[in-house]
């Protein structure tokens, strides 16, 4: 069974950074796509961004500019900067194949930005 695991949030101010990192086991990591979603109270859940095997991305609207997602042996990292209040939410990683319907689910890590 594929393993996720979030590490890197915490409190923030206004402006400041974090790099959220997931690390996965019991899969073949080069085979998935791999991403964030994030969701603030009463709020949907958002997709962040993506990373396919071959080192695409894709990034919200909301976050471009601000953050950057990479990958690395069995680790994917969201790096923020210049986070703001809108931010604050619980970030969640996923990983995917292309062309299955299976989504593997980390248990999430809190962002909270605040002064």
């Known amino acids: 069974q594929v393993q996720l695991a979030e590490s890197g949030g915490g409190l923030v101010q206004p402006g400041g950074s974090l790099r959220l990192s997931c690390a996965a086991s019991r899969m073949l990591f080069n085979d998935y796509t791999m991403g964030w979603y994030r969701q603030a109270p009463g709020k949907q859940r958002e997709l962040v961004a993506t990373?396919?095997?071959?080192?695409n991305t894709r990034l919200a609207e909301s976050v471009k500019g601000r953050f950057t997602i990479s990958r690395a042996k069995n680790t994917v990292y969201l790096q923020m900067d210049s986070l703001n209040f809108d931010d604050t939410a619980a970030y969640y990683c996923?990983?995917?194949?292309?062309?299955?319907?299976?989504?593997?689910w980390g248990p999430g890590t809190q962002v909270t930005v605040s002064l």
């Open positions: 996923y990983a995917a194949r292309p062309k299955n319907v299976t989504v593997y």
């Open positions: 990373i396919t095997s071959t080192g």
